[in-house]
């Protein structure tokens, strides 16, 4: 079993910025890239971001220019650097990877709010 272990979320207050890190055992998020989402209260889980293995990376919309994603391949681990929060952005963040996506983390809370 593959375990994946977000932190790095909490309270911030909008406008403000949080590092979400994600460890992983051995090198699977240099052979397979990751990916973070996340989930709001009654909402589905949304695509947020993602670094393929070859390091190519991309966002969703709503955070393009905010958010940046990163992978430290000699710690096994990545990260979501998130600037310039907003209260939308509140939500579980979960990191993602593996052979078809298929191991996530147990997910870290941020919340944005005054």
């Known amino acids: 079993q593959v375990q994946l272990v977000e932190s790095g979320g909490g309270l911030v207050q909008p406008g403000g910025s949080l590092r979400l890190s994600c460890a992983a055992p051995g090198n699977i998020l240099r052979l397979y890239g990751m990916g973070w989402y996340r989930q709001a209260p009654g909402l589905q889980r949304e695509w947020v971001a993602a670094?393929?293995?070859?390091?190519?990376?991309n966002y969703s919309d709503a955070v393009k220019g905010r958010f940046t994603i990163s992978r430290d391949n000699y710690k096994n681990t990545g990260y979501l650097q998130m600037n310039s929060l907003k209260p939308e952005d509140t939500a579980v963040y979960y990191c993602n990877t593996g052979p078809l996506g298929v191991y996530w983390g147990q997910g870290t809370q941020v919340t944005v709010s005054a």
């Open positions: 670094v393929t293995n070859g390091g190519a990376t």
